[in-house]
């Protein structure tokens, strides 16, 4: 890879950019993107009916946005390394619009597919302002900006589901897509005024043949992890599904490493800070999510089952909302720990306060303030993790290769969230209590699935303590790309 060219020094004919009004921007954008992951879940028990569809078919609708996600986030990256971020930044909010509208437009399975697929292809967006910011902004601004886009992740996925919900519950279910649509424009014109173009770039050519291998196994791997439940673990087409995954991801990576100009230069990728930052990204992934597969569940369950709350969805999604609330107010503290102590103290903080929330709510379950309690404790913790990652992994990469790296990280994050919720789905329909001529998920099994994210969350801290504490072969040692930013040293 070619190393990042040196920033033209400013003509004059154009002003600096607004520092805040950047950050602001970017931050929003993010949301608006994150509130795709539960934009549809008030209305899933009514897609197939909605659709003219099955309940298999039409769980399609959300894994069509998965898979997309997941092929969309690492070449995003990659392109805006080579072409410009802010032009892939642009792309991404524009396929939001384009989908939200095709699904806004839609009352049949197909279309709606589609608009999903076109939804997800816009999760570049969080990695690529990350990436933004690091060319655009001053060194002591670049950690607490960081966290603060990190953390729209986890705003945007709590809120999403109160607005949702009330939008679901008081206009008709093609609303919520018009009204992604419209938060889509905002952004997108708010991203054409405000946040300029970066001037780092590799240039090149695109890799064709990586993007299509990775795509290839990336859709295999989750596929088998998305819908394994519903086609038995041990059926031939999940299996099938893994070993093609395996198979094609090492051909892929030998076809990387012999590669001029690869999609994902592995190299970097086994840097001992990416990697173990990585690794750790996919257990605080696995942790994060898995307390949004508990406790709406647990709040809207009847109250005569013996441990549920009888709540309706829209105030299962306002329990949640503070956490995600508390993500944003703690990025500035995340970044001043992380300027004090280094961004690889504060992962392994982040990791502590997630698993002792998880531990609040296992033995506190009884109580609507009981899951507000420790979603707000679980919320600050993967704050705290979310702005560290992405500084660990800028703390080891050129300029050059940053956008791809970011969404390399991200892209752990969310498998790590799919592996969450199909262990979540395999405890949760083998521990089950009849009721009502019903099996239900027993409270047992709740405790069990939050455990398993305590769990996880602790596995991050520990592999998050294997981090070194300075960049090993990247930016910090042999001074590619430019010297390290304080804010950056661990």
Not at 214 to 240: E, F, N, V, Y
Request: aromatic share 6%; glycine share 12%; hydrophobic share 55%.
């Amino acid at each position: 890879m070619s190393d990042a060219p040196d920033r033209p020094a400013a003509t004059g004919t154009a002003p600096p950019p607004n520092p805040t009004a950047v950050v602001a921007v970017l931050a929003f954008s993010g949301i608006v993107v994150s509130l795709m992951q539960t934009l549809v879940i008030p209305i899933v028990g009514q897609l197939p009916q909605y659709l003219n569809a099955s309940a298999s078919d039409a769980a399609w609708a959300i894994t069509a946005t998965l898979l997309a996600a997941a092929v969309a986030t690492p070449v995003m990256g990659r392109l805006g390394d080579m072409y410009g971020k802010r032009r892939m930044l642009l792309l991404s909010m524009g396929m939001l619009v384009v989908g939200s509208v095709v699904a806004g437009l839609s009352d049949s399975l197909v279309p709606m597919i589609v608009g999903r697929a076109l939804q997800g292809l816009s999760s570049g967006v969080i990695p690529l302002g990350i990436s933004i910011l690091r060319d655009e902004l001053p060194a002591e601004r670049l950690g607490s900006a960081t966290a603060m886009i990190s953390a729209s992740l986890g705003v945007g996925g709590a809120l999403g589901l109160p607005v949702s919900a009330l939008i679901a519950d008081n206009f008709d279910w093609h609303t919520l897509f018009w009204t992604s649509a419209a938060l889509g424009v905002v952004a997108l014109a708010a991203v054409t005024v405000l946040v300029p173009e970066s001037k780092v770039r590799t240039g090149g050519r695109f890799d064709l043949a990586g993007a299509t291998g990775m795509a290839a196994g990336l859709i295999c791997l989750l596929l088998a992890i998305s819908k394994g439940g519903d086609w038995g673990w041990s059926s031939g087409t999940t299996l099938g599904l893994f070993a093609a995954a395996v198979v094609v991801l090492v051909a892929w990576g030998f076809f990387e490493l012999r590669s001029d100009q690869p999609l994902v230069d592995l190299r970097s990728t086994v840097r001992p800070q990416v990697l173990i930052t990585n690794l750790a990204s996919i257990a605080i992934g696995f942790a994060m999510f898995s307390m949004s597969l508990v406790i709406p569940q647990v709040l809207q369950l009847p109250e005569e089952t013996g441990y549920g709350l009888g709540q309706s969805l829209l105030a299962a999604g306002l329990v949640m909302a503070p956490s995600g609330l508390v993500m944003m107010a703690l990025a500035p503290v995340s970044a001043l720990v992380s300027r004090a102590r280094g961004p690889k103290v504060t992962l392994m903080i982040g990791a502590l306060i997630v698993a002792a929330g998880y531990g609040l709510n296992v033995v506190l379950m009884a109580e609507v303030w009981h899951f507000v309690l420790a979603s707000c404790v679980i919320g600050a913790g993967i704050g705290f993790c979310y702005g560290a990652m992405p500084t660990l992994i800028m703390g080891a990469v050129p300029a050059s290769e940053t956008g791809a790296a970011n969404s390399l990280n991200t892209l752990m994050r969310s498998i790590g969230t799919s592996v969450a919720s199909a262990v979540a789905g395999v405890v949760l329909a083998q521990m089950t209590t009849p009721f009502g001529g019903f099996a239900l998920p027993s409270e047992d099994a709740f405790r069990m699935v939050l455990a398993l994210g305590a769990g996880a969350a602790l596995l991050g801290f520990v592999i998050a303590a294997f981090i070194p504490r300075r960049a090993v072969g990247g930016v910090g040692d042999a001074g590619v790309g430019g010297p390290v930013p304080e804010a950056l040293k661990v």
